[in-house]
């Protein structure tokens, strides 16, 4: 019977290669001050032997964890995935993050925080202790939470604020909210709509804000009214379904609605039906998101792409550099979305 090839471990390499564990450890490390000539050695070693190196090893130095952590809203989480209806951000960001942390030999490792609760600190640094992260990732409405940022700012822990324009600690990284909510809006005004309402979403976020300056500086720009055309919702599918009736229910009606996400939209199309509305032809609907049911919806939505699994990757690319000490790009970051037409937009039926 073969006997079973033994596992190569650091100090098989620091044998051969007649260093110290320490040695090793720094090569893996990629840190500075390691002569050229031992890191040669050093490597070859590993080479030769076809070690690879675990992040238990790497950890050895006591520098690097190796561990990259991205939080998320854990109510909000947590109900999309219990309603199981198409959102796909955590995907996304698992996407962008875990690709990335690989590229690098990080791992990447996701856990959900209640941005409201009084514990949020506790909740936080417990987590921190037990995982000892090399950097955090935050998404809104954590961007901006000044417990969190604070909190990551006294423990020198390098952190990426997805959906935040900074102003502070941390580095800065956007969506272009502002620009996307233009552009949707210039497609419309292209088409030839003149009353296009937007349906903005909870105040909590300020991008929510962002995308209804990018709506209303088009709209001003094209010498258009947007006097009575905003409805708030709260990214909820019923909010979007009050503001989509408050919306319609209006005697100038508008001919085109940009929803500021898929679940607003999906209500205002749902809305449109029962009010006998039919889209495009009566009325242009436009969403935020692009998460996968809006391909499947009757009639399919153009939507505003948002980069989620770009700007996350961008976020563990420049944690990483923080960490090494590298000079960052100048913040915010801003990471281009897209956007896809499909058959919820056409001409208005007059004008």
């Given amino acids: ?39 040669a050695r050093v490597q070859a070693s590993i080479d030769k032997l076809g070690y690879v190196p675990s992040i238990a090893a790497r950890r050895m130095s006591g520098s690097r964890s190796y561990l990259i952590l991205a939080i998320n809203d854990r109510d909000r989480t947590i109900a999309d995935w219990t309603a199981r209806q198409g959102t796909d951000w955590v995907d996304q960001m698992l996407l962008g993050g875990m690709l990335k942390c690989a590229e690098y030999g990080y791992r990447l490792i996701f856990e959900l925080v209640d941005t409201h609760s009084d514990h949020v600190e506790r909740e936080l640094r417990a987590t921190i ?60 005004i292209d088409l030839g709509h003149r009353r296009i309402a937007f349906i903005a979403g ?15 500086s088009e709209m001003r720009a094209a010498g258009l009214p947007t006097a009575g055309l905003v409805a708030r919702g709260d990214f909820t599918y019923e909010s979007g379904a009050a503001a989509t009736r408050q919306l319609l229910g209006h005697p100038d009606r508008p001919s085109a609605i940009i929803a500021s996400n898929d679940q607003m939209a999906l209500a205002a199309l749902e809305v449109a039906r029962e009010l006998g509305i039919e889209i495009p032809s009566q009325l242009s609907l436009v969403s935020f998101d692009n998460t996968p049911i809006v391909r499947f919806t009757q009639p399919t939505l153009t939507a505003v792409d948002q980069p989620v699994a770009e700007t996350v990757s961008r976020a563990v690319e420049m944690i990483i550099k923080a960490q090494r000490g590298e000079k960052l790009p100048p913040q915010p970051v801003i990471v281009a979305g897209g956007f896809v037409e499909r058959e919820s937009t056409s001409a208005p039926a007059h004008g």
């Fill in 129 to 188: 202790a037990a995982l000892q992260p090399d950097g955090v990732i935050l998404t809104p409405p954590h961007s901006d939470n000044p417990l969190i940022v604070r909190l990551l700012e006294r423990q020198r822990i390098p952190f990426a604020r997805i959906g935040s324009r900074g102003g502070g600690a941390g580095i800065a990284l956007v969506m272009d909210d502002e620009s996307m909510a233009r552009h949707a809006t210039r497609h419309l």
């Fill in 202 to 216: 909870s105040s909590e976020y300020p991008l929510s804000q962002w995308r209804v300056d990018g709506w209303e």
């Fill in 1 to 39: 019977m073969a006997r079973r090839r033994q596992a190569v471990t650091i100090k098989h390499v620091a044998a051969d290669a007649g260093v110290s564990l320490q040695t090793v450890s720094r090569v893996i490390n990629d840190e500075p001050n390691v002569r050229s000539a031992m890191k």
